[in-house]
């Protein structure tokens, strides 16, 4: 079974500095994709950046980045110029490109906060 | 294009007590999902639908929680009866097919169970 580790709870970050939150996963399959959800105080989880397994390049959007080393599994995402609005959960899934299902695994989170 | 829709936002029961969930998914997605978010905790997958067919309950607790989607629109989840373990929020989620850019979320229902 598939398995999405997130080791840090909590992080902080000072406003306009850069952020790198982890995670690492776990996966006999191949074809697969991975996902950064935000997940703000309104409770709606909000797809920041994603990766899909058989690409080398890693993906970018705006001030987000991820560094995907497939090999180690692992899939940390880069918050640059972070912004006050960037507080929030971050969830790393991890979604089968196979099964027949198209569930998420999730990790547990890491909470980030942004000082002024 | 709207959001998905969830309705009530917030919820107390008592134990033993019934609940439901609603949700109206994006318009034309055809895939609908239902996820369990218990606090401290990242959201799992109660129910896949595709249309009005169930395509993965593998982790719904089938003695005490259902789930329907009429006429491949609208879903409501049911609890019943509740235990204190259920309180979490609720997320519903739509995609238009196979959600290579991943799927939409409605803000949730949080549920407390006393």
């Known amino acids: 079974a598939q398995t999405v580790t997130q080791s840090q709870p909590e992080m902080s970050v000072q406003e306009a500095e850069t952020v790198t939150l982890s995670c690492t996963y776990d996966?006999?399959?191949?074809?697969?994709?991975l996902f950064w959800y935000k997940q703000p105080p309104s409770r709606q989880m909000i797809l920041v950046i994603r990766q899909e397994a058989y690409k080398q390049q890693n993906a970018t959007e705006n001030r987000f980045s991820v560094n995907f080393q497939k090999a180690a599994k692992s899939f940390s995402l880069k918050i640059s110029d972070s912004q006050l609005g960037d507080a929030a959960m971050y969830f790393c899934?991890?979604?089968?490109?196979?099964?027949?299902?198209?569930?998420?695994?999730f990790g547990t989170g890491t909470r980030l906060k942004v000082l002024a | 294009e709207a959001g998905v829709a969830q309705s009530p936002r917030y919820k107390i029961i008592e134990k033993r007590q019934s609940v439901a969930f609603w949700c109206n998914p994006i318009?034309?997605?055809?895939?609908l999902y239902w996820y369990q978010q218990i606090l401290g905790q990242g959201p799992k997958l109660l129910i896949q639908?595709?249309?009005?067919?169930?395509?993965?309950d593998s982790q719904l607790p089938k003695d005490r929680f259902s789930a329907e989607r009429l006429k491949g629109v609208d879903s409501t989840l049911k609890i019943q009866p509740a235990k204190l373990e259920d309180s979490a929020v609720y997320l519903c989620a739509s995609s238009r097919g196979i959600p290579i850019y991943g799927y939409t979320f409605g803000s949730g229902t949080r549920l407390t169970v006393v």
């Open positions: 899934a991890y979604r089968s490109g196979t099964s027949g299902t198209y569930k998420y695994i």
């Open positions: 318009s034309g997605h055809a895939t």
């Open positions: 639908f595709q249309n009005n067919g169930v395509v993965d």
């Open positions: 996966t006999s399959e191949s074809d697969y994709y």
